[in-house]
């Protein structure tokens, strides 16, 4: 069992989208900041975008900005990850973290789930 859990991904046309969410069942999500990372295969793991614990702060990657939006429902102690206007080079393993603080920085993060995959193509 992964200390957090990742759902939502799936095959998706160019231009569609997709709602990912992350919970946990040994954390409270309220306590941390939250970032969702990506990875395809051969490539490194990159930051995507990021919600501190209250969500009064995010910060997004510049390719995710204006298509992916991050927020959080922390009364059903998940944080969900909005992706419109999907492309091919979306297609990734998508991860979300957790952290005492917030950021999309990958060394900032030490509680990981095992991840969604997401596929885009026509």
């Known amino acids: 069992q992964s200390q957090l859990v990742e759902s939502g991904g799936g095959l998706v046309q160019p231009g569609g989208s997709l709602r990912l969410s992350c919970s946990s069942s040994?954390?409270?999500?309220?306590?941390?900041?939250i970032a969702w990372f990506r990875q395809a295969p051969g490539d490194e793991r990159k930051g995507v975008a990021g919600?501190?614990?209250?969500?009064?702060?995010?910060v997004y990657a510049e390719g995710a900005k204006g298509r992916f939006t991050i927020s959080r429902d922390n009364a059903a102690n998940t944080v969900y990850l909005q992706m419109n206007n999907l492309q091919p080079w979306d297609t990734a393993v998508y991860y979300c973290?957790?952290?005492?603080?917030?950021?999309?920085?990958?060394?900032?993060?030490?509680?990981w789930g095992q991840g969604t995959r997401v596929t885009v193509s026509p």
């Open positions: 040994r954390f409270r999500l309220a306590n941390y900041g």
């Open positions: 973290a957790a952290s005492y603080t917030y950021s999309i920085r990958e060394q900032d993060y030490t509680i």
């Open positions: 919600i501190s614990h209250g969500g009064e702060t995010t």
